[in-house]
């Protein structure tokens, strides 16, 4: 969920996640084709303010609606303009949509650079994670210790943690792209799931 995916944001170190960008682009379009509902999923209670948002504090403005967090103007500038619900990981029902779109990122303590201080710990939670996601096991993922999550600063783990849990099956898993050049663990993956309760 890094804003640089936004290049507005990025402007000089726009192309150093180019090939991220793109995949993530792809995979959103992979995934809303015809749907119907489709979901922002970010980690804790977020607030929902429809369609029109903007993004503040990163030197500029990005977008002319109310503000919204972090997670959720990333997922809804790769949506370009399609409708979508924001909901948190406190809240989040996999069976209301269609299409989800899990925002978040891996461990931001990888490196003497990362935004965090260089924790041991954070390489290999963030292997276990991309293990467990490209193979398709919610299992891992619903099991993830969220306190050492917070500890290596991996934001994405209460999204990835609410979704696994309400999950009955992966039919398809596959991770497009993995990026850390910042410290910080980005990546972008598909699923398709039978969420739980799905009548």
């Known amino acids: 969920m890094t804003p640089l995916l936004i290049p507005e944001l990025a402007t000089g170190a726009a192309g150093e996640l ?6 993530a682009l792809e995979a959103v379009d992979w995934a809303c084709d015809g749907a119907s509902r489709i979901g ?7 607030e ?3 369609p029109d948002w903007s993004l503040d504090g990163f030197g500029r403005t990005i977008g002319d ?3 919204v967090e972090l997670p959720v103007a990333v997922g809804r500038w790769l949506l370009r303009g399609r409708s979508a619900v924001a909901v948190g990981s406190d809240t989040a029902e996999p069976r209301d949509f269609d299409a989800l779109l899990v925002m978040g990122d891996g461990s931001a303590s990888r490196t003497e650079k990362a935004p965090r201080h260089l924790d041991d710990r954070a390489v290999p939670f963030d292997d276990h994670v991309l293990a467990a996601i490209g193979r398709g096991v919610p299992t891992e993922l619903a ?19 609410r979704l696994a849990q309400r999950l009955d099956q992966v039919v398809s ?15 972008v993956a598909r699923w398709i799931a039978v969420p739980a309760g799905r009548a």
């Open 18 to 23: 180019e090939t991220l960008r793109a995949a």
């Open 40 to 46: 922002i999923l970010a980690a804790g209670r977020v």
């Open 48 to 50: 929902d303010r429809g």
């Open 65 to 67: 609606g109310p503000a």
């Open 143 to 161: 099991d993830l210790d969220l306190a050492l999550a917070e500890t290596v600063a991996a934001a994405g783990a209460p999204a990835w943690k």
């Open 173 to 187: 898993a596959q991770v497009d792209a993995v990026d850390d050049q910042y410290g910080v663990l980005y990546f």
